[in-house]
């Protein structure tokens, strides 16, 4: 049976599941509530929708369309390890991407590249989480060394969490700071381009095994142009991993993330393989370590369709 939804929004959604966030600038109207160590984190309970006053109807449209584990809450039910599993399980995807403009818009619309313009050598999620998703890249990435093997590691910085001493004779970064993808030991080489100017990804159709971003599809304004441009570049079969925890910079990600919980993260990952089209059905998986004691970990992945 199709994966539906039928409850409201009110019911389905905490209004005060926001995110995690990283880090400064914030507005004085948002209050931080603690403090995390060497991840850079600060967790606000702010849910920007009410700060920039969208209206909640365009996200209830969509989950009314979208999916119900077994009659239960998607909140609820994503936090029993397994079930995010389920969120993109026979979706019932609406025959129109169902998010609107606005959905997109940051509470900080300036120009990312003033944002990212100072290095971070930080990590953005705690180790557990670091060695959860380490440990599913060495059981799904191409071995170490294989001839012809291209990796792209997009939103990338000084750290790629790549298996230990994992090398192919390419893999690329593409990300905001030139200081952090020089430093990053396991890219050939890199990119700097602000995607969300533009979303047109500098590289020959079909030349990519895998596609890697970690922690940063909340960031991505012009979601479907990156994820249809991530198609024609990928090689027929290649593999995208997305995966990404509960932080956020809370006031450069999209308002739709800020204002929705985990399995609705899923669910719009998914939406964005599904509507930009070319891709095998998105699956998630948790991989989160230590359930309620360190970082959650999940991953959306597809393939390019042999065909596309
Ligand atoms: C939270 S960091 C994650 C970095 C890295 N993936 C990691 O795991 O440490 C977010 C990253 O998203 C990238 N990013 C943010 N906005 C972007 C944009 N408009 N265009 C391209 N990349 C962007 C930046 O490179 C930044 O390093």
């Not at 209004?15 to 600060?42: E, M």
């Not at 059981?139 to 170490?144: D, G, L, N, R």
Request: charged share 20%; hydrophobic share 35%.
């Amino acid at each position: 049976m199709a994966n539906r939804l039928g409850l409201s929004l009110q019911q389905k959604i905490p209004i005060s599941a926001g995110a995690r966030v990283y880090h400064l600038p914030l507005p004085s109207s948002i209050s931080i509530t603690c403090a995390r160590n060497r991840s850079c984190g600060y967790r606000n309970s702010t849910p920007r929708r009410l700060v920039l006053g969208i209206g909640a109807g365009l996200w209830a449209q969509f989950m009314s369309m979208a999916g119900n584990i077994g009659g239960k809450s998607f909140i609820a039910s994503a936090r029993q390890k397994g079930e995010i599993e389920q969120v993109l399980k026979n979706v019932d995807w609406p025959e129109q991407f169902p998010f609107k403009e606005e959905d997109f818009q940051r509470f900080d619309e300036s120009p990312d590249t003033s944002f990212y313009e100072a290095p971070r050598f930080v990590t953005h999620i705690d180790d557990p989480a670091i060695a959860a998703l380490t440990k599913y890249y060495s059981e799904v990435f191409p071995p170490s060394n294989t001839p012809g093997v291209v990796i792209l590691d997009m939103c990338s910085s000084w750290v790629s969490h790549f298996p230990a001493g994992y090398k192919q004779d390419r893999i690329v970064g593409m990300g905001m700071n030139e200081e952090e993808l020089k430093r990053n030991p396991v890219l050939t080489e890199y990119v700097v381009q602000d995607l969300n100017i533009n979303p047109k990804l500098p590289f020959e159709d079909n030349s990519f095994d895998v596609i890697t971003n970690v922690v940063s599809v909340d960031y991505l304004t012009k979601p479907i142009d990156v994820f249809k441009e991530m198609c024609r570049i990928l090689k027929p079969g290649g593999l995208v991993i997305m995966s990404f925890s509960n932080r956020c910079f809370w006031t450069k990600a999209i308002s739709i993330w800020t204002s929705t919980g985990d399995a609705e993260h899923v669910m719009i990952v998914g939406s964005y393989f599904h509507y930009a089209g070319g891709y095998e059905p998105p699956q998630a998986v948790d991989i989160s370590p230590n359930p309620g004691r360190s970082d959650p970990m999940y991953i959306v992945y597809s393939k390019k369709l042999a065909s596309a």
